[in-house]
């Protein structure tokens, strides 16, 4: 299975059998240029607008856009409901959790998730191989609350994703303040992961990954 970082909270998965899982296509920044993978399975953890979904859509995708469960010979995903703030929604929004089994890799990526888990929600995603994570603060979790959820949640490894970097996402936090809460964790850094170079003996291993160009 390979793993690219395309920024903010977009990611592209590749199974080992080529199929291709775009997660969070959206477009915060103009500069971000519109992604033409040909996923074949789209997941947005929440909606900027309608019309966004057209830019990356084919006759072939199937888009995910609420927290409902999807099984095929590939995949399979649970949707979880959650928020983009700790108000229930009021300032931001809602928000979803989407959980992957691919490869039979365990998979959970948080969206743009902006309030603590209940231990109904943990127990779910508790122990995953890889967690991605938003860590940048004002629009999400910031790097002291996403260390500590990340700790709870106790993953193989974890994926900070939604922050500032060189000069992308000014608005966001660096990562500075998460890395440093998760002291005395094992830390990679890579352009992409491809899961056949991993050893998965260590927990809360964190992955810094190079945004692609």
Same mark, same amino acid.
């Given at each position: ?27 915060? &920044?103009?500069?971000?240029?519109? !992604? ?9 953890? &929440?909606? &900027? ?6 830019? *990356? ?25 959650? !928020? ?10 809602? $928000?979803?959790?989407? !959980? ?11 969206? /743009? ?24 603060? &004002? ?12 700790? $709870? ?12 970097? /060189?000069?992308? !996402? ?9 890395? /440093? ?18 050893? *998965? ?8 990954? /190079?945004?692609?160009?």
């Amino acid at each position: 299975m390979e793993i690219k970082w395309i920024g903010n909270t977009s990611f592209l998965i590749k199974t080992s059998l080529g199929k291709k899982i775009l997660l969070d296509p959206i477009q915060i &920044h103009p500069l971000i240029e519109k !992604y033409d993978f040909n996923p074949d399975i789209i997941t947005f953890s &929440h909606l &900027h607008n309608n019309e966004i979904i057209n830019d *990356f859509i084919n006759n072939n995708s199937t888009v995910i856009t609420s927290p409902c469960n999807f099984t095929n010979e590939f995949i399979t995903i649970e949707g979880y409901k959650s !928020y983009r703030d700790d108000l229930n929604g009021y300032k931001r929004g809602e $928000n979803i959790i989407y !959980y992957f089994n691919i490869d039979d890799y365990k998979v959970c990526h948080l969206g /743009s998730l902006g309030h603590c888990l209940d231990a109904d929600l943990l127990s779910k995603i508790y122990g995953c191989d890889f967690l991605f994570i938003p860590i940048g603060g &004002h629009f999400c979790l910031d790097g002291l609350q996403a260390a500590k959820l990340a700790k $709870n949640i106790n993953p193989k490894y974890v994926i900070p994703m939604a922050y500032k970097s /060189s000069s992308d !996402y000014f608005f966001l936090d660096g990562p500075h303040k998460f890395l /440093s809460s998760m002291k005395n964790t094992p830390l990679i850094e890579k352009d992409i992961i491809h899961t056949d170079e991993l050893l *998965f003996d260590e927990p809360c291993t964190i992955i810094v990954l /190079s945004k692609q160009k």
